[in-house]
């Protein structure tokens, strides 16, 4: 078992806990998602499909003998996500969710409270949900046989939830950082899951990594101290960020990023990426497909980023 299911079953409660642990290494391996639904049963994300966990160590699409989530489950996972320090982690708390050690994503099912028009914080929480983040070393080999990497190219992956962008992000990320100067700017920590000052993912042995930052700082610091040929990040897609991505540009240093969408056609249509494409910010987009392998190309379109009008 490696260390990214090792920290996840850290944040369970001693029950849950035990039921994970029972389940075989196939199955474990396969896991992406643990949900918790309180007063409902535990289930685990699979291969596109959930299932329900027995109390034997199975995984099942019956609830017969499958493990009920109790309230004092959600709480247990929920104080351990912020490290019984909730205090400490105002902006997560009012974000719905935390990335915690490797990178995983914990998001909350929840109520919100609202203070001037703004989330102040979330309460009353009815579910939980563990993404589990992996290194899926080579994934992106289909990307560099599309894409040439001999001259700097901008890049911009999209696909819909689940569809693997930011493991894929993780492994260019280290097969460029093995070759050319990179900067990773992780604002949620996802993709090197650096602690405590070691950067837990192989992210590459040329590539520098800013974590916890915006992108829009992150980003002028990058281009005004580290020197990068690329700079990396997931999950573009604020109208706020255009300025900074307008000055990476103008610097010459080439972009690899992440957005939501079903399909290169949907993706231009989000104002920003439309706006991006026009002033030709990105040479190239790949789409992902969720009902594929993960990182097996849906469309490869050079040509797309002429045609924005």
Known sequence: MNNKYLYT??????????AIEKLSLS?????CEIRLRVGNYLTVKAQDNEYFVTYGGNLSLSTANAIKVYKNDIEYTYLRSFDNSLYSFEQELKSGFITTQGGNRVGFSSSFIYDNGEISRINDI???NIRIAREVKYCSKKIFEAVSFKEPVSLLICGPPASGKTTVLRDLARELGNKFSVTIIDERNEIAAADNGI???DVGKLTDVLS??????????AVRLLS????????????????SFEYL??????????????????????PLIRR???KRFFDTIICLSKDKKICEIKNLQEESVKNVH
């Open 212 to 221: 916890g930052v915006s992108k829009q700082e992150g980003i002028v610091r």
């Open 9 to 18: 079953l850290d944040l369970l409660s001693l029950g849950i806990k035990n």
């Open 199 to 201: 950067i837990e993912n």
């Open 126 to 128: 009815t579910g939980i």
């Open 276 to 278: 991006m494409l026009k």
């Open 228 to 243: 990068p040929k690329y700079i990396i990040c997931d999950e573009i897609g604020s109208k706020k960020e255009l300025s």
């Open 249 to 270: 540009f103008n610097s010459g240093v080439k972009l690899i990023a992440t957005t939501h969408a079903q399909s290169v056609d949907e993706a231009t249509e989000k």
């Open 27 to 31: 199955d474990l391996q396969k896991i």
